[in-house]
């Protein structure tokens, strides 16, 4: 039964990208039910359970989680490493061991949501994560994920992504298009929910290992990601984290795959750690090089949405690297 059988876009007390959702399954109208959202597609009639007040807007048969998944709160992609608590202090060894990570580009995606400024925006985060970046009080930031982590508005699946067709007016899927079955079907859908004239701003891996286990698919080399993205006017791209942290990471890898044992792999990573955590600083020489872009650990891509599709013949003469055919 129905509490409330209004549209959500006529509700004053939604917010703004409250009233942009759609449903995931059909992209029908959804309204308020008492248990979460329902379609009003007669055909579809799909329901949405809300769990404590996140609404969980997963199209189940096309999606490696359940609606289940989250009622049950089970654990989907990095819950297992990050206590909902929060508070848990990183081990010894973690704390007195600098990261051999670092991104060169950091900094990109907060410069990125500060241009959106004007309250009826949106801006959604894709696979948030603990990520929490500023509009300096202007748009409205929305975080999705597919984990019940802190300060995430709704969970959602970048196949079927729950939002109006050009509805959105930017999208950041930052360390996500890896981690995601078909990565084509979720540019595709970033393009859909974009406004024309909408931005994305996707940084992805190349040259790293797996992470985060069994939910870690797919590379791209920078063509390949400018590819990915080729429903995107160009604005901007380049090397996130480059060929010093694709070694360090190499290193450590390498090492880890000798032992099975918790103990030995948990000293090995930090033995990596102390032995190539210089190497990342090394990126920023590196950056602007072109065969810094055949041996990158990750790109960045910043693109407008746009009327025409970049054809692969277009695509293949922006070629940045060195390496010969
Ligand atoms: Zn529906």
Known sequence: MLENSSAM?????????????????????????????????????????????????????????????????????????????????PGLLRRIIPSNSRSVSRGNDERFCRDYTDPDQVVLVIGAGDKGYSSDGGANLVYSDVHLGEGVDLIADGHDLPFQDASIDAVLAVAVMEHVADPQRCAAEVARILKPGGRVYAATPFMQQVHMGRYDFTRFTHLGHRRLWRRFREVESGIACGPGMALAWAWQYFLLSFSENQTTRKYLRAFAKLTSFPLPYLDEFLKHKRGAYDAASAFYFIGEKADTTRTDRQLISEYRGLDSP
């Open 9 to 89: 876009d006529q509700q004053s007390a939604a917010s703004a990208w409250q009233t942009k959702l759609a449903c995931p399954v059909c992209r029908g109208v959804l309204v308020h039910a008492s248990d979460g959202l329902v379609c009003t597609n007669a055909v579809c009639g799909c329901r949405f359970p809300t769990v404590d007040g996140v609404p969980i807007l997963i199209n189940e048969s096309n999606s490696v989680f359940s609606t289940d998944d989250f009622l049950e709160k089970r654990q989907t992609t990095f819950t297992e490493l990050k206590p909902a608590s929060g508070n848990r202090r």
